[in-house]
Structures are given as structure tokens and as C-alpha cells.
């Protein structure tokens, strides 16, 4: 009987974002199952193209002609049916194609190459070197060249390496049409594994020298030092071996000959190398965190259970609550995903994980080498890991017995994917969690509205915690008005208040922290002058001063430049940083303080392997008084001697033209100021702001979330904003400023003109097109319309901005022109 499947096939283009059909040869019928990795014949030239079964069937829907299916690529299926499930779901969400979903749950490592080869057809393949010559006396001396070549290269090339000689592809079709040679198609299956040889006695010990002197086996010196050495190591990795003994392979080879030695290939698991140590504490259950860990527990098995958010101060021990949590889960037999910010997922958190589990605690994320990401799939796989802790793509790990995924600081703008498919962690891992019964639970001091929001509708298992683990009162918080500070003739970064708080702290031997949101130097370069600013070329952004090496760097792009001394525009020597940057704070403090000891943490100072754990390690050892630093300090940092926090610039997120900088302001505030007084020295915090009546900073000042929640939560219905409407981005970007602006209007008018024939005649709920707030990145010119589902029904608009931006493309947009699709985006910058 016939069968057939359909097949997403490896293409980043939406002219392939299909499923398409194959017929299954015979001979595969009986192995290929739905998730199988498969190659294909694909387009006119019937390229081998890797491909994913997403059906089987046994009959054809409509009378097509079908190619067949080449080979299953892997023994078992890649995917299970639930992965493929969730693709299909996602596709549709977030209105990308199946091969970016898809790129989320292959396996690192993988890859397909293929290539053409050219060589002798059939009949030539077997002649003698006489009938050769007898054809090459016949042919041209172009193509001689290339018969030399397959000749040279025993009978096959790949194309690729005639590329040399001219005009190869016409002299190839001529070849082809004497009938000489044949072109055809071959591939390499590559799996990124590494394995490691490991020898053994091929006999008990005792049994060895028995067996040599019965069949007479002559054994060199250096070969009886290696059956000895055996003789007490079970099983030994060979370099070790050769390296400890000072042994050649020869004398390895020779062994093995003799049939006195094993040698075989195991698996070798690479593992990110890690620096930093801490030690073990015993931790004393608080009663909010036992009730909190018994309600989740006693609901593992439940059908049918809300996600859990547990809503805990910072410094509450909600860290301790999840690993109760996977401890009871590890002896159901259900593994757990831990998902932290790309920012918090320091060593200090994994190795508090990995105190208590050990090895079966793996981790994953984007600094890990693709080696190393291949492992971890593979540990995963063979139940060597667990528990594994990363950050959002740590959700597609391939457990089998998944049965917890927690997602701590869920707050976090991190969750949210700015590249295709711009997925929301949450909402898969709330997919998952209703397809596999699995535990979800979010935790955060400071929660997003919209999550807060649905958690008062009764979508969450609400959880408080509002007790420090440690019984102390969280940290004052002490408001500095930065424009009085200015009026007292203080030009200084640097408070008065603050300035005597970082003395007394060093006099009483503790440690501070000192946060700012922005790393370099300075903001901006300008000319006093005349107001020149010095811009980024590729980008609609100045550039931030790095003192350093006296240059002006584009955040968004990289783009560099040497500050010059005169002024480009007027000449003058006015140049001057304005500004605050960790570099400046860094350079005024020391000048201030004279003997402090300081320690930098931002993108500049963790860029090298190793460096981000080897400034936890020294702060952590008190060999530095201060640690300056920006978002990535703000939380996951656990440091006992900290009893000081200074938040130099509160105020700065708020001037972002965002409908979430008052949220951002908020939970900054909070989650850096629960870095100070979380062991047995009480706290302090000193908050410099320019702007002290703001809500979100005078809510912040009292750790007060539900007042800040009330106050927030009015302005989002008031203008439409989440959790009471969805809102869907629409950027459109290229090099071609003009092209750019035609373009957003020919979408917008498309989409007016589709509403109209619905009857839909309002067209409030748009807003645009309009240049992006930041309106060129790396010479893309960018404008952007966004749309609030306010009296439109969400799915009838997301249906309209497919069509227009995907299944229409070709007509609505000119090819030269790149569109990116956002739902619910954290930011419209």
C-alpha cells in the first residue's frame, strides 16, 4: 500500500512556508515515523534538502504528482508530536513560519551539508587508461581540464572546487550532453558529538599473564607497564594513559592487536567551565515558604491546574521554595526547567542548584559553545540531566518526563524574543503546561501589570511572601532630590548623603553596590560650542563616550569612532562628554576615595570567558569595596557583606517615550534594592532622583506593589494599553528612506481598504505610519504602525496582517523591503 507524508522543508523563505508531499519508498515505509528528520528531492533541481514529517497518510488529498522521500536521516524521530503541536500553535500566535519554530527545538549541532559532485558516467566509469585517451583525443581542451580533475580526484569532484576554471558550468552541460559525465546531488549528515577512547584489559587481571604465556604473546617493556597498569584501573581515557606512562600509540596499536586490550568509544559531554565557588548553607523554612511549597506539591498531580505565581519580596527565599519544589518532582520521577533572566543566570544561582542536586543540574544559554548546547540536548536526552536552568530557549529542552518549569524574575523584559519567532515565554510554557499537566509557577518581587492582572481575574494560584528568609525588615530606601543637591553647589554624581554612606560602610568593613542603567562613559559627545553631537553612521543615536580608548560606540550596531579633539562641524575645542556612564562613575569615585578598592560590572568588563565569574568571585572574597554596575547587578546577586545600595540616576528609564518606563522605573528600584541587608547586617539604600513625585518612584520607596499596581493599572485602561487590549507592531525597515515611507503607507492603505469591505469604517485602533521613535538602526530606515485590538476582534486582525504582510508580500511590498511582525511587543521604540 501507498503511503505518503507531508513535510516542512529547511527554507528561511515564506514562498516554502508549507507542508509539502512526498511519496514513502518500499523500503522505508516500515521505519519512518511522524518527527523523523528526513531528506527530500526539493525544486527544479531536485536539491537534497532536509525536511520534518509532520503526517503520514495513506492516500493522496488531490491529484498531484509526487517526488519520493531519499532517506531517514536519524534512526529514531527527533520530535515528538507534541513538539510538533507546539510549532503549529506558535506559527499561528506569532505570526512567523514553521522553520523558525522549528530552529527552537532542533538540536544544536545538527547540520546538513549537500553539494553537487561530478563524475564519469556509468558506461565510462570502468574504462582503461587507453579508452581514455581515445575520448580525450575527442573533446576540447577546456574540458579536458575537468576530466583531468575527476581523474585526479578518483573518479569524483564537487563542483564547487572547479569554480576556478571558466566558464565551468556551460563546458560541464556540454560534457553532460556527450554523455561523459553525470551531475548529481550527495550530502554529510554532521552531528556536532565528541567522543573520547577509552581503554580496559580485554580479560580479568589475573587472567592476563596466563593467557600471554599460553599463546606464546611476546610483550615489549612499555606493553607489560600498560597490562600492570590496568591491572588495578578498570578503565582508562587513553590520552591519560599515554600522557601518565609516557606511551606511544604504537605500543596502544599492538595491544589491541594481541587482543589484550579493549578500546571503545564513549561519549564525551562538554561542559562550560566555571570558576566561581560558594558554600553550601543550611536553610531554615520560614512558615510562608512551607505553605507555599505544600499547596504546589500537593497539587502536582491535579488535572486541570492554574499556573502558580508566588508573589515574594526580594530576599524572601523564593529560590529555596523552587528547589523544595524540584526535590519533591525529582522522586515523582519528573524532571524541571528552571527559566532565569540571560542577565541573572550567574554562577552564584547555578551553583546553589548544583550544591544541593549535583551533576544531574545542567545549564544552558546563549555563551555556551554550540559543542557544548549539543551535550546538554543530548544529556537531556539520556536522563543524565534532570534539572536544567537557563534562560527563555531553555524551555525547548527534549525532556521526556517533564513535570515543573518555573520562570523566576518572570517580570523580566528577557522572556519576550526580539528576533522571529518573537515568542512570549510565558505563553509557551502555559501552552506546555495544559498539553503535558505539567506545574508552572512564576515568581517575582515585582510583577508585570499584566500578569498581576490576570492573577486578580483568577488565572493564578496567587502565593505571598512578605517576609525576608532572614526576618529583617527590608532595606530603607532614602530619597535624594538631585536638584537641591545641584542648588547646594554639589556638581558632583556623587549625593553628600551618599558620599558619607559609602565611608561609613567602609569603615564598618561591609561592601557596596552602585547601579546604574547605563555602561561607558558618558551619553553623548557633543560640542559646547555649536551643539554639535557626534552620531553613529549606521544608526538615528548618539554615541555613548568609552573614556578608554577615547571613542564613540553605537549600542545598538557597534559602529565605532575616535573622538576627535576639534569640533567637525565648527572647529573649535569644546568637545566634551555629557552625562553618566559606569566608566565615569568608576573614575569620580576613585577620585573622591582615594584607597577604595572597585570592581566594574557592565557588557564592557564580561565580554571575555570568565571574566563576569571572575569579578563574583572577587567581590565575593572582599577584595573590592564597591561593585558598579548596570541591569545585570540588579538581580540573582546574593552577597552577605552588602549593606549598601546607591541607585544613581532612579529617574533616567522614565524619560523613554514607553508605556512601560514607569513599570521598568518600578522594578528596578525594588529588585536593586533588595540587594543590600540580605544576611545578618541590616541594609541601607540611597536613591538619587531628579523627579521624587513620580508614583512609580514614590511607591518604590515603600516597597509598595499594590499601590503601585492601583495607580499603573488605571493609566493602562485609560489608554488601551495591556493587559486590556492586545497591540500588534508592524515594523517596516531597509536602506531606502523613501522606499521605507511608500511602503508603510501601501500596507496601510491595503489594510484600510480590507476593513472597509468587512464594514469596519473606524480607524482608531491604528495608530501610523509613523517613523520608529528610533527611526534608523544599521541603515535600515524604519517606520512602524501599531494596532490595539480596541472594537476589533483580535484574531479578524492578525488574519488581515497575515494576509497583507505574508500570503500578499510580493504585491504590497517591494522586494528590497524587510517586515517584522511583533505581538504584544515590550517596547514600540
Known amino acids: 500500500m501507498e503511503k505518503y507524508v507531508k513535510v516542512v522543508v529547511r527554507s528561511n523563505t515564506i514562498y516554502t512556508d508549507n507542508l509539502f508531499t512526498y511519496q514513502i519508498p518500499a523500503l522505508l515505509i516500515d521505519n519512518l515515523e511522524i518527527g523523523h528528520r528526513v531528506l527530500v528531492p526539493f525544486g527544479r533541481g531536485n536539491k537534497p534538502t532536509e525536511a520534518f514529517v509532520f503526517e503520514i497518510s495513506d492516500k493522496l488529498e488531490e491529484k498531484i504528482k509526487t517526488k519520493e522521500v531519499v532517506d531517514i536521516l536519524d534512526e529514531n524521530p527527533i520530535f515528538k508530536i507534541e513538539d510538533l503541536e507546539l510549532v503549529s500553535w506558535m506559527k499561528n500566535r506569532y505570526l512567523c513560519t514553521y522553520i523558525d519554530c522549528i530552529n ?112 606464546k604473546i611476546k610483550t615489549g617493556s612499555k606493553q607489560k607497564e600498560i597490562i600492570n597498569f590496568l591491572k588495578y584501573n578498570d578503565e582508562v581515557e587513553i590520552n591519560d594513559l599515554l600522557e601518565l606512562l609516557n606511551a606511544s600509540r604504537q605500543s596502544i596499536t599492538s595491544l589491541h592487536e594481541k587482543k589484550l586490550i579493549n578500546l571503545e568509544l564513549k561519549d564525551y559531554y562538554r561542559k562550560p567551565e566555571s570558576i566561581y565557588t560558594s558554600v553550601s548553607k543550611k536553610i531554615e523554612l520560614n512558615s510562608e515558604q512551607k505553605n507555599a511549597i505544600d499547596k504546589i506539591k500537593s497539587q502536582m498531580f491535579d488535572e486541570d491546574k492554574k499556573p502558580y505565581m508566588i508573589h515574594g519580596v526580594t530576599g524572601s527565599g523564593k529560590t529555596e521554595v523552587y528547589m523544595e519544589i524540584i526535590d519533591s518532582a525529582l522522586n515523582q520521577g519528573l524532571d524541571s526547567i528552571v527559566l532565569v533572566p540571560e542577565i541573572s543566570l550567574t554562577p552564584q544561582s547555578i551553583s546553589r542548584f548544583k550544591n544541593k542536586f549535583g551533576e544531574i543540574v545542567g545549564v544552558f544559554h546563549s555563551q555556551l559553545s554550540e559543542g557544548q548546547k549539543h551535550d546538554v540536548y543530548k544529556a537531556i536526552k539520556s536522563g543524565k540531566i534532570r534539572i536544567l536552568i537557563g534562560a527563555r530557549s531553555a524551555l525547548f529542552a527534549p525532556f521526556n518526563s517533564l513535570g515543573v518549569i518555573i520562570i523566576d524574575e518572570f517580570h523580566e523584559s528577557a522572556y519576550k524574543s526580539e528576533k522571529n519567532p518573537k515568542f512570549n515565554a510565558i505563553e509557551v510554557a502555559k501552552f506546555l503546561s495544559v498539553k503535558k499537566n505539567i506545574s508552572l509557577i512564576l515568581g517575582s518581587a515585582t510583577p508585570s501589570i499584566e500578569e498581576y492582572y490576570k492573577a486578580k481575574q483568577g488565572e493564578y494560584n496567587l502565593i505571598k511572601i512578605q517576609q525576608r528568609a532572614n526576618n529583617k525588615p527590608l532595606p530603607k530606601i532614602n530619597v535624594v532630590d538631585m536638584k537641591e543637591e545641584l542648588n547646594k553647589g554639589n556638581k558632583s554624581i556623587f549625593s553628600m548623603k551618599l558620599q558619607l554612606e559609602i565611608q561609613e560602610a567602609i569603615k564598618n568593613d561591609s561592601q557596596i553596590i552602585l547601579f546604574l542603567n547605563r555602561r561607558g562613559y558618558a551619553n553623548f559627545i557633543s560640542c559646547r560650542k555649536c551643539g554639535y553631537v557626534f552620531q553613529c553612521e549606521n544608526c538615528d543615536i548618539s554615541l555613548t563616550y568609552h573614556k578608554g580608548d577615547n ?37 569620580e569615585l576613585k577620585t573622591i576615595f582615594k584607597d577604595i578598592k572597585i570592581l566594574r560590572m557592565d557588557k564592557d568588563t564580561t565580554s571575555k570567558k570568565g571574566s563576569l565569574e571572575e569579578i563574583l568571585n572577587k567581590f565575593k572574597n572582599k577584595e573590592a569595596d564597591v561593585l558598579i554596575g548596570t541591569q545585570m547587578i540588579s538581580k540573582g546577586l546574593d552577597f552577605d557583606n552588602v549593606t549598601l545600595v546607591g541607585i544613581l540616576s532612579a529617574d533616567m528609564i522614565l524619560k523613554f517615550p514607553d508605556f512601560k518606563s514607569s513599570e521598568t522605573t518600578f522594578q528596578l528600584i525594588t529588585q536593586v534594592s533588595g540587594r543590600a541587608g540580605r544576611s545578618d547586617k541590616e541594609g541601607s539604600v540611597i536613591l538619587q532622583t531628579y523627579d521624587t513625585d513620580h508614583y512609580a518612584i514614590r511607591r518604590a520607596i515603600n516597597y509598595d506593589y499594590e499601590g503601585f499596581y492601583n495607580d499603573e493599572i488605571k493609566i493602562r485602561n485609560a489608554f488601551g494599553y495591556a493587559p486590556f487590549n492586545n497591540m500588534i507592531s508592524v515594523v517596516v525597515s531597509g536602506n531606502n528612506e523613501h522606499l521605507v515611507k511608500q511602503n508603510a503607507k501601501n500596507m496601510y492603505d491595503s489594510i484600510v481598504y480590507l476593513l472597509k469591505s468587512r464594514g469596519i469604517d473606524n480607524f482608531e485602533f491604528i495608530l501610523g505610519p509613523n517613523p520608529c521613535t528610533i527611526a534608523k538602526i544599521n541603515q535600515n530606515y524604519r517606520w512602524q504602525i501599531l494596532f490595539k485590538d480596541d472594537n476589533i476582534e483580535i484574531n479578524l486582525l492578525k488574519g488581515i496582517i497575515k494576509y497583507i504582510c505574508i500570503t500578499k508580500r510580493d504585491v504590497v511590498f517591494n522586494k528590497d523591503i524587510n517586515i517584522s511582525i511583533d505581538i504584544n511587543p515590550n517596547s514600540v521604540l
Do not use: A
Open 551 to 587: 571613542i564613540g560606540r553605537c549600542h545598538y550596531c557597534g559602529y565605532e569612532k575616535e573622538i576627535p579633539i576639534e569640533c567637525p562641524e565648527c572647529k573649535s575645542k569644546y568637545v566634551k562628554p555629557f552625562g553618566v556612564g559606569t566608566q565615569r562613575i568608576e573614575e
Open 104 to 215: 527552537l527545538i532542533y538540536p544544536k549541532g545538527y547540520k546538513l551539508n549537500n553539494y553537487k559532485v561530478v563524475s564519469f558516467n556509468d558506461d565510462y566509469e570502468n574504462l582503461n587508461q587507453f579508452q581514455l585517451q581515445l575520448i580525450l583525443s575527442n573533446i576540447s581542451n577546456e574540458e579536458k581540464k575537468i576530466i583531468d580533475e575527476i581523474i585526479n580526484n578518483k573518479g569524483k569532484i564537487k563542483v564547487e572546487k572547479l569554480k576556478n576554471i571558466s566558464n565551468v558550468n556551460n563546458i560541464l552541460e556540454r560534457l553532460k550532453r556527450k554523455e561523459i559525465i553525470k551531475i548529481s546531488w550527495e550530502y554529510k549528515n554532521h552531528k556536532n558529538e565528541k567522543k573520547i577512547c577509552y581503554i580496559s584489559l580485554s580479560m580479568d587481571g589475573e587472567d592476563v599473564d596466563d593467557y600471554i604465556l599460553n599463546h
